[in-house]
Structures are given as C-alpha cells and as structure tokens.
C-alpha cells in the first residue's frame, strides 16, 4: 500500500525544546502517520498528514468499550550520524498480538514498518542527539466505530505519533524506590495482563496515587490470587539477582512480555549467567534483603532501559536492595543495551535496525 505523504504548512512553528528540559511525553512532532480500517474494505487510505487532533463520534466504541491497543519504541541517532530502530519487529508483533486479544484487526508487519520509517525519517531534524535522549514512537489502534453495544466494531483507526524524549524518571538513572501493593492487583490469569492495551493502565492509577504520596516510584504488583509472587512492577518487568541468580518472573498470561525483558535475558544467559524464569514471592524477597541474599533488583522497559531498584515498601517496612545504590550487573546491563542503540557497540544479536 503506497504512504501519502502530506506536509505540514507548519514545519518550524513548534518550538524544538533543549535536549536537557525533555523529560518524557511531552512534546510531540510536526506529523503523524495514519490508516483506516473498515471491515468490508480492510486497512486503507495510509497517510501522513500534520500532527492534529483527532475526530471522534460521542459513540466511538474505544470511548465506550476500551478496545485500544499501542506501542512504544524510540529511534536513535547513532554515534556515525546514522538513525536506527531497538528490535522494531518484537513491537509489531506485540502489537498484533495485543490486536488479536482485543478482537480488532493486524497490521501488516512490513506496511507497520514503512509506517515508521518514513514518519521517523521525515521527522529526523526532532532526533535529540544528547547521551540518553531519543525520539519516542507511539503506534496506537482505536476502535472508532459510531455504536453502542459490547461487540467488536467494524471500523478501526490506526495512527502513529513521534516525539523527543529524556529520561523517563526524573531522577535519571538512580535507584528507586517501589511499593507493593497487596490490596490492588494489574491483571488476573484469563485476563488481558499480556496485552498493551489501555484499560490495564487506568485500573493502576489509584495504586500509583497512593504510592506516590508515600515517596514511591512505581507499584509492584502482586498476583491476584494469593497476592504472594511478584509479576511486574509499574510499566516494567522485574528483575532480581538472588545470589547468583538472575531471577524475573514468567509469562504466565498476567505480565507484559517485555522487550526489554527478552533482550536482559539473552544478554545474561550470552554472558554465561545462571538465568531462571520462575515464580518468586514476595516473602523471599523480603528474606533476601533481610539475609543479604538479595543483591540486586532492577526493572526493565523501553521507556528507563534499566531502572535499578534501592528500597521496597512492603507492609510498613522498608527494605534496603544491597547497599541502596545501582548495581553492578544493573549498570552493566544499561550500559551494554543503551551501547547497541546508541551505536557505540557491535551489535551481535541483530537488535539495532539501521534505517538511515
């Protein structure tokens, strides 16, 4: 399907902000890449138009029935000048799986990653080129049919959104400090944990409320059973370093098969660490900072690569993470992984996507 490309009559309006005032999701582009989906004629009509808002009925059925779905990835401008995607491909094919959750249709991977290539390249002048900066990607699926009634809709729209980015934490990359919650759970086996899709996220905003007002980051969730084995902490996944033991939990259906996640996991088991994805509850989490058997805790995301983890809240307490500061293997792993975007490593696993 040929992208119509339709320029903005603006380009140079928006101001550019310093590298050093990003922070995250704020700022967004000139353009944005769109297609619409009508169940009698699939996927048409792929533009790319000036960055606008967008036109929805009252009954659009996402505004009714939550039949969303998106992604997150950033472009990079490498060390040679270049510009370069972090594993494109895992993203499109979580998004289609979140699609087929959600009953809506898939996107053509190759049409998927024209879509970007073209938006990134015509918004390449908007790449921060600041250490830890990048252009943050946004592919987004809405149900925009005008009904009521809980059915799939027949019609869909698919748009991208670009923006520059720093870090996603305001603290940078420092250790956090996270809150468990067990009266509020994310996700239910059977449920929708897997999926990107947006009402796994508003459901965690009270929790996130509450955590923030104690001094916490982010929420570690627990299972919505037993409320004892950790699954995914905040947007990310976890990770813990037990001993000698690299340990996050598994994809059992509840948590977000993180890319990120994968690629910490190839890298530790390509180093020859001893690497396990199994259930880990909460009581031995608490015993290792208590024993010292706990050396690391680290979560893992596109949007903070690595965030290490200083304290946890829990029941009253306050546990201390190792001696409170970033780890060792924490910094190693960022340090390696934000190398291979940037461009300033090889790339042995075929991770860095070149597109310019």
């Avoid at 004629?41 to 039949?67: C, F, S, T």
């Avoid at 005008?146 to 980015?165: N, R």
């Avoid at 999926?195 to 104690?214: H, I, M, S």
């Avoid at 390509?270 to 031995?284: A, D, K, M, P, Y």
Wanted: glycine share 10%; net charge negative.
């Amino acid at each position: 399907m040929e992208i119509k490309v339709i320029k903005s009559t603006k380009i140079g309006q928006k101001p550019h902000p310093q590298d050093s005032e990003l922070g995250f999701g704020r700022y967004f582009t000139d353009h944005m890449f769109l297609m619409d989906y009508a169940r009698e004629k699939g996927w048409h009509n792929a533009r790319i138009e000036a960055y606008q808002l967008l036109k929805l009925d009252p009954a659009a059925m996402v505004l009714h029935y939550a039949q969303e779905v998106f992604e997150g990835l950033k472009a990079y401008h490498l060390e040679d000048g270049g510009i370069a995607l972090f594993r494109p491909e895992k993203n499109i094919d979580r998004m289609n799986a979140s699609a087929r959750r959600m009953v809506m249709p898939e996107v053509d991977a190759d049409l998927f990653f024209q879509a970007m290539k073209k938006l990134v390249l015509l918004e390449r002048e908007w790449i921060p080129k600041s250490a830890g900066t990048s252009l943050y990607i946004r592919p987004t699926m809405i149900a925009n049919e005008p009904a009521l009634g809980v059915k799939p809709s027949e019609q869909y729209l698919f748009y991208i959104i670009t923006g520059p980015v720093g870090a996603y934490y305001p603290e940078g990359f420092k250790p956090t400090r996270i809150y468990v919650s067990d009266e509020f759970v994310r996700a239910a086996r059977g449920g929708t944990g897997a999926a990107k899709t947006a009402g796994n996220y508003g459901g965690t905003l009270l929790a996130a409320k509450q955590a923030a007002e104690g001094g916490y980051t982010q929420v570690l969730w627990l299972d919505s059973i037993e409320r004892k084995y950790v699954e995914e902490v905040g947007t990310s996944n976890i990770f813990f370093l037990m001993e000698d033991e690299l340990v996050t939990p598994p994809l059992t259906g509840t948590i977000l098969p993180g890319i990120t996640r994968d690629s910490v996991l190839q890298l530790a088991r390509h180093w020859g660490l001893n690497v396990s994805e199994r259930l880990i509850s909460i009581q031995e989490v608490v015993e290792g900072c208590e024993t010292g058997d706990l050396k690391e805790m680290f979560a893992t995301g596109t949007a903070a690569v690595i965030s290490p983890v200083g304290e946890v809240g829990y029941q009253g307490q306050v546990l201390q993470i190792g001696d409170g500061r970033t780890g060792e293997l924490s910094q190693t792993l960022y340090d390696e992984i934000t190398a291979i975007q940037y461009g300033r490593k090889e790339d042995p696993f075929g991770w860095r996507v070149r597109i310019a």
